[in-house]
């Protein structure tokens, strides 16, 4: 393929869903695999809906993300202005031609005439009211109006809209990427407004007309958009493009854990996990919804797992960096059927990522956590030390810091099933002789404190295997965790022998 252009063209009315990132991310995956461009648009034609610090929002995530466009509102390009409402202008004339050509008209409809419209198909049990190819003949439009009486209603500044003329009985067809040929009778669509009373067009009009201008070859949308599509077609024959007209590609739905039914903000709240990328403070309502990134995903880690959402490689390999997914990518490998939305599979990616991540990464914000959380003086190298030791056990960055504390703080309680299992007349003894070499040892690694706590136990008789839950009960107050010598290597000896023989006077008592 060659110039593939691509575009991810999202409303500025809230915060920006997880599944639009999916979609943003699908974009920019096929447009570097082809080496295309990937262009970010502003659609925000309906200013009733548009929200402040929403498009804002947009372009954070998308930099955080690493998903970075390479023509838009702030990249610029050839193509411009990339924001809808700076585009005004330019939508009226195809509306106009639309009209002077017959495919499309004037509806001067009152709110309560459309309503009243609704309502007597509802009475006639009609399924689906709707202003179509039938019911525009019973309504107040250039269709049904003389052109003087059209006329003098635009001069007298009457409020109207411009409609598509669906044409009757006529099979609109598509070629989906990925769903293969679409066909839809034009008896089910309807008159879709494609200009406001405002001046402003609908999204359908103007999507179509700055895919065209922006030289756009295919447009990779959600499964939600499919029912619009046979409609933009039309447009794309009318305005005489149908030539040049983009591929379609519809992704499938992001589903809820179950698979019952689509993922929305309530389902996400309900389960615990988030739906945004970062934190969302809506203006409206002043509801704080966590994101991602506050949550404690790494950006890679997310992108890896979203690339998963309805795509595979065809491979058993799941870690893939950004370069990798883009050499890997293919629309062809893009299911048709609704894909669940697996938060555990999501933070099981997070902690593969947190693992091969330089434990360098972490160290200063550690460092920062332990000073102004609990006043803990913590040096470089030992939050290092601490992130190495805990790497293989945490899910999320800030559980470095909970799970550190032990470092710091002797046990305060013990778990009791272990003192019931494991503690015996012999345990203070033997853990005591350990504790007095121990602290002889004042630089000690996790490889000597080890061979130290072996040679000490067995020349005493003892079996040391049978002390190691007990030893790590008096340095953490826990049975299980993470590498016990390189916690006495972390301490010191001096410091790890002070714990034991605390410890054992705790329990003795």
């Known amino acids: 393929m060659e110039n593939v252009r691509v575009r991810f063209a999202p409303s ?20 570097k695999r082809n080496n295309g461009k990937f262009i970010l648009r502003i659609e925000d034609t309906d200013q009733t809906r548009y929200v402040e610090g929403a498009e804002q929002y947009i372009k954070d995530t998308l930099d ?37 050509e017959g495919n499309a008209y004037y509806a001067f409809d009152t709110p309560e005439e459309l309503e009243a419209m609704r309502e007597r198909l509802k009475e006639q049990r009609v399924v689906n009211p709707q202003y179509d190819t039938i019911t525009r003949t019973t309504m ?3 269709l049904t109006l003389s052109e003087e009486e059209v006329k003098r209603r635009i001069d007298n500044g009457e409020p109207y809209v411009i409609r598509i003329k669906v044409p009757k009985k006529e099979e609109v067809r598509l070629n989906d990427m990925v769903r293969g ?20 067009p609908t999204y359908h009009l103007a ?20 029912p619009s599509a046979p409609l933009h077609v039309l447009l794309y024959r009318f305005l005489g493009w149908e030539d040049e007209m983009p591929r379609f590609a519809h992704l499938p739905l992001i589903l809820k ?10 389902a996400a709240d309900k389960a615990g996990f988030p739906i945004f990328p970062l934190n969302w403070n809506d203006p409206e309502s002043g509801e704080l919804s966590t994101g991602f990134k506050e949550t404690g995903f790494l950006p890679d880690a997310l992108i890896n797992f979203l690339a998963f959402l309805g795509w595979n490689p065809g491979t058993e390999q799941e870690i893939f960096s950004l370069e990798e997914l883009v050499n890997e990518f293919s629309e062809k490998r893009i299911n048709k059927a609704g894909t669940k939305f697996d938060f555990d599979k999501a933070k099981w990616f997070n902690q593969q990522y947190i693992k091969a991540t330089d434990s360098n990464v972490f160290a200063a914000d550690l460092v920062k956590a ?47 099933k272990v003192v019931r299992k494991k503690w015996n007349e012999d345990t203070p003894k033997a853990l005591t002789l350990f504790a007095e070499k ?47 010598m390189t916690i006495i290597e972390i301490l010191g000896g001096e410091k790890a022998a002070e714990r034991i023989k605390s410890s054992i006077d705790a329990l003795s008592t």
């Open 438 to 484: 121990l602290s002889q040892q004042e630089n000690i690694s996790s490889e000597s404190a080890k061979e130290l706590f072996w040679k000490t136990l067995e020349d005493e008789g003892y079996k040391p295997g049978q002390f190691m839950q007990t030893l790590r009960l008096t340095l953490t107050g826990e049975g299980s965790g993470p590498d016990l």
């Open 64 to 100: 955080w993300c690493g998903i970075n466009p390479d023509e838009g509102p702030e990249q610029g390009g050839d193509f411009g202005p990339y924001k809808q409402s700076e585009r005004k202008d330019i939508y009226r004339q195809y509306a106009e031609k639309l009209v002077a």
């Open 257 to 266: 854990p179950d698979g019952n039914g689509k993922l929305s903000k309530r």
């Open 370 to 416: 332990f000073d102004q959380r609990y006043g803990i003086e913590c040096p470089s190298e030992q939050a290092i030390q601490i992130i190495d030791l805990l790497k293989e056990r945490v899910t999320f960055p800030h559980e470095f810091v909970e799970k550190g504390l032990m470092i710091f703080k002797a046990p305060e309680s013990f778990d009791e």
């Open 181 to 200: 040929w679409v066909m839809v009778h034009t008896e089910v669509l309807d008159d879709k407004v494609l200009m406001k009373s405002d001046g402003m």
């Open 207 to 226: 999507n179509i007309v700055d895919d065209h201008l922006m030289k756009i070859t295919h447009v990779i949308r959600g499964e939600e958009w499919l």
């Open 140 to 142: 107040k439009n250039s």
């Open 12 to 31: 500025p009315t809230g915060g920006l869903h997880i599944g639009g990132v999916r979609t943003a991310l699908f974009n920019y995956l096929f447009a």
